[in-house]
């Protein structure tokens, strides 16, 4: 029998791209690669890179320098490393990649995953192939299973994508061009995913896509169901007790959802509903589809059916043409919301975006300005909704072992991770614990009680 081969990959970016790189690794698992964490010992390494950030080109290729100094030094001991690049960089740079870097063996697009044994094999017989074309077949039914293994070596918590592309082209954003248009997985793939993921251990899924609730995948019965319906389907899946999703779109939080939120107790009371910007002059340059009193209205509807929800947002200062007034106006936003958390970046053009072309850029040093402002005003709020649980018992999700002896690291519903001392027996039990101590990064709590986990079905891989 031949030495397994070992694939390590490497993953940049968003929830997305770890997904995706379970999904390589899943993939690749019947032509016999064994995952494995560190690049050192590995016969493939995937970098799945993301284009999200400034300069992610750059990033990627100093990446492959590192990585390249690996291959020559396993080519000096008689091995031969193979290095793939996959992500959003991939499909958007291609042939330039195998141009410019002359160790890489193989450049594959984010909806071809599932074509790389056979990509692979060719690329260990020499050639140096380019695969970024949107194939016409269905990527997700193409890609393996995980195996039972590979659930459990991964967690009690797991994501699913449901949804990947975008159809709103924001003038700053790169998705529409890396992913492609909006594609929603059928449901049945979906639930069978799901069912899988309980059967090894998985009590939390997070239903992930670059714009998850404009989700409208085939269902059960034929009919396009919406992200609303999906949640409740997946509710009904025996050991699944938690379901989240994300990245949501102001104009696509539907009356239906909302309910969802009334109806399930497995849905979590934490939305990250990216708003980007308070001013409404700035929304409409940035092709947001939506305005600050369309952003509002969905809070409100939301808190209206359960108002402990609690939200997160994305925010980007400094886009062009952002007056002090209209960076006031976001500051008035986060105030009138009220966040437990955001992401905020400064605006940087994207080659290829309307965006980039845009006069009125604004100077660097004024969004730096502006950024910091934000942050404060963010970091106070978040502090404050963490401090507000001091003394109260939530429900946590025990995950994994911290980082003292006997203790477990869980997530509360809001997504905090609660550090708590508890047998290594109760992982994958959702516990109730009261916060003793609230942290900067988490909170300190006492086991009250849990349940033990439940048992791992007999069936499944
Ligand atoms: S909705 Fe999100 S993914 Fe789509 S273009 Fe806008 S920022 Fe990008």
């Known amino acids: ?50 284009h999200i950030r400034e300069k992610a080109a750059q990033k990627v290729y100093s990446e492959i320098g590192r990585v390249r100094v690996m291959k020559e030094a396993a080519a000096a001991e008689g091995r031969r490393l193979l290095i793939a690049v996959a992500g959003c960089v991939a499909q958007a740079e291609g042939e330039e990649i195998i141009r410019r870097a002359g160790a890489v063996d193989l450049v594959v697009g984010s909806q071809n995953y599932h074509r790389l044994p056979q990509l692979v094999a060719r690329a260990a017989d020499g050639e140096r192939i380019v695969d970024t074309e949107f194939p016409v077949e269905d990527k997700f039914a193409a890609l393996a299973a995980p195996q039972r293994a590979a659930i459990q070596r991964r967690g009690v918590a797991s994501f699913v994508t449901v949804q990947e592309g975008c159809d709103k082209f924001c003038t700053f954003c790169v998705v529409p061009y890396t992913r492609g248009a909006e594609v929603s997985r059928p449901v049945a793939q979906i639930v069978t995913e799901v069912e899988r993921l309980a059967a090894g251990g998985v009590r939390e899924i997070t239903l992930i896509g670059q714009n998850v609730n404009a989700y409208h995948g085939p269902g059960e019965d034929g009919s396009a169901w919406t992200l609303g319906t999906l949640l409740r389907r997946l509710a009904q ?5 938690r379901l989240r ?5 102001p104009r696509d939080m539907a009356d239906d959802l909302i309910a969802a939120h009334a109806e399930l107790p497995e849905l979590m009371p934490y939305v990250h509903l990216p708003v980007q910007s308070g001013s409404d002059r700035l929304l409409a340059a940035m092709n947001r589809k939506h ?10 509807r939301l808190r ?17 043409g952002e007056t002090e007034a209209d960076f006031r106006d976001t500051l008035a936003l986060i105030e009138e919301v009220g966040f437990a958390g955001a992401f905020s970046f400064m605006y940087s053009p994207r080659p290829g975006t309307p ?42 999700l025990l995950e994994k072992p911290g980082k003292l002896t006997g203790q477990l690291v869980g997530k509360s519903p809001y997504l905090q991770a609660v550090q708590v001392m508890a047998p290594r027996s109760a992982i994958g039990s959702i516990a109730r614990v009261t916060v003793t101590e609230v942290g900067s990064n988490s909170l300190f709590g006492a086991l009250v009680e849990y349940n033990d986990a439940p048992q791992l079905a007999a069936a499944g891989a």
């Open 245 to 249: 999703y994300t990245t949501s779109h």
């Open 304 to 320: 209206a059916v359960r108002p402990d929800l609690a939200l997160s947002s994305d925010f980007i200062v400094g886009f062009p």
């Open 237 to 241: 899946v025996p050991g699944i007790d």
């Open 1 to 50: 029998m031949s030495k397994p081969r070992k694939v390590h990959v490497k993953s940049f970016g968003c929830q997305m791209n770890v997904y995706d790189s379970h999904r390589m690794a899943d993939t690749l698992a019947p032509a016999g690669f064994a995952e494995t964490t560190s690049p050192d010992d590995a016969d493939l390494v995937i970098l799945n890179t993301c």
């Open 355 to 396: 965006a980039a072309e845009m006069a009125d850029q604004v100077p660097q040093e004024e969004k730096a300005e502006r950024l910091q402002r934000l942050q404060a005003l963010i970091v106070r709020q978040q502090r404050s909704f963490n401090a507000s649980f001091a003394g109260r018992t939530l429900d946590v």
């Open 291 to 300: 305005t600050r009193a369309d952003y509002l209205a969905a809070i409100e």
